[in-house]
């Protein structure tokens, strides 16, 4: 079941990382900052139907198409960059950027080939095997001993850990990543993001239920920081018991999971609101 999860969401990836995709990106060198996503549902030249992974719109006003691989780029995977790229170009009439977040080269690339006549199509690939996994532990946790505030590029460094080079597999980086998360001094809004795209990645990496359940205990964990969502008195109530604490709290925190994207069973199992609860929350969401 987990897995058929995992399938459905997984391309919704970048809308999940997109607040701090402008950080991964800069990383890489890419002059331009997401100032807003674009709709990922396209027609292709042959009346076919299909749904990238990120579209979004740039600050100099292009266009750019971001794709998550961790296959090899085969022929099919270009012509579908490149319907992507023409789509976007035609409807938005702005230049499209493609790029190509990777997990499996290990260097970064472009790939420019001649499609029709003179007309050439750039795919630029970044590698995440580029960065060091455990140099970025290694910085981190000297942080988080020292009590200091995650700069934004080591946030970013935090959400991507789990596709880095490293000497530790993908899962024990993941684990890694959700423990550091726990002990980063960030802002409240930082630590969700980081703590949604964690629960994603750990329907994918994780595939024993019981550590599965152990894993999520440990990312809910790192997300409800009570004291930085509400303020210190709704905490006290918290943890003597009082009602209304307790009750505004899971509320507050229902909706900004919600307004993460989150899933609805997540959000629910990780607040213990009922379908009627939850529900009325969601209307107060989206009006």
């Given at each position: ?6 399938k459905k969401l997984k391309d919704k990836y970048f809308?999940l990382?997109?607040p701090?995709i402008?950080t991964?990106l800069?990383?890489f060198?890419?002059?331009y900052?997401?100032v807003?996503?674009?709709p990922?549902k396209i027609?292709?030249?042959d009346?076919k139907?299909?749904?990238?992974d990120f579209?979004g719109?740039l600050?100099n006003e292009?266009?750019?198409s971001l794709e ?8 099919e ?12 170009s035609t409807?938005?009439?702005r230049?499209?950027h493609t ?8 260097d ?8 029709h006549?003179?007309d050439?199509f750039?795919?630029?690939y970044k590698?995440?095997?580029t ?15 020292n009590?200091?505030e995650?700069s934004?590029?080591?946030?970013g460094?935090?959400?991507i850990?789990t ?5 530790r597999?993908p ?6 990543s959700?423990?550091?998360?726990c002990h980063?001094?960030?802002n409240e ?11 994603f990645?750990?329907?994918k990496?994780v595939?024993?239920?019981?550590e ?9 964990k790192s997300?409800?920081d009570?004291?930085?969502i509400l303020?210190?008195r709704?905490?006290?109530?918290y943890?003597?018991g ?6 505004r709290?899971?509320?507050?925190i ?11 069973e ?5 607040t213990?609101?009922n ?5 009325k929350?969601k209307?107060?969401c989206?009006k």
């Amino acid at each position: 079941m987990k897995k058929q999860i995992w399938k459905k969401l997984k391309d919704k990836y970048f809308c999940l990382l997109y607040p701090g995709i402008n950080t991964i990106l800069e990383k890489f060198g890419f002059p331009y900052k997401i100032v807003r996503p674009c709709p990922t549902k396209i027609i292709t030249y042959d009346g076919k139907e299909r749904r990238a992974d990120f579209f979004g719109q740039l600050d100099n006003e292009d266009i750019i198409s971001l794709e998550a691989h961790s296959t090899a780029i085969r022929k099919e995977d270009k012509e579908k960059f490149f319907d992507y790229a023409c789509y976007m170009s035609t409807k938005y009439r702005r230049k499209v950027h493609t790029l190509v977040l990777s997990t499996h080269y290990k260097d970064n690339d472009e790939l420019i080939f001649n499609w029709h006549n003179n007309d050439w199509f750039t795919i630029h690939y970044k590698s995440f095997k580029t960065l060091d996994g455990d140099k970025t532990i290694n910085n981190i946790s000297l942080k988080n001993k020292n009590n200091e505030e995650l700069s934004k590029s080591e946030i970013g460094d935090l959400r991507i850990l789990t596709f880095m080079k490293s000497k530790r597999s993908p899962k024990e980086l993941l684990i890694k990543s959700i423990e550091l998360t726990c002990h980063a001094k960030m802002n409240e809004t930082d630590k969700l993001h980081t703590a949604v795209l964690q629960s994603f990645l750990a329907k994918k990496f994780v595939t024993d239920d019981e550590e599965y359940k152990e894993v999520m205990k440990m990312i809910e964990k790192s997300a409800l920081d009570f004291e930085g969502i509400l303020g210190r008195r709704d905490k006290i109530y918290y943890e003597e018991g009082i009602e209304e604490g307790k009750i505004r709290i899971k509320h507050q925190i229902a909706k900004n999971l919600i307004k993460e994207g989150l899933d609805d069973e997540t959000i629910k199992r990780i607040t213990k609101l009922n379908q009627k609860e939850y529900e009325k929350l969601k209307q107060q969401c989206s009006k």
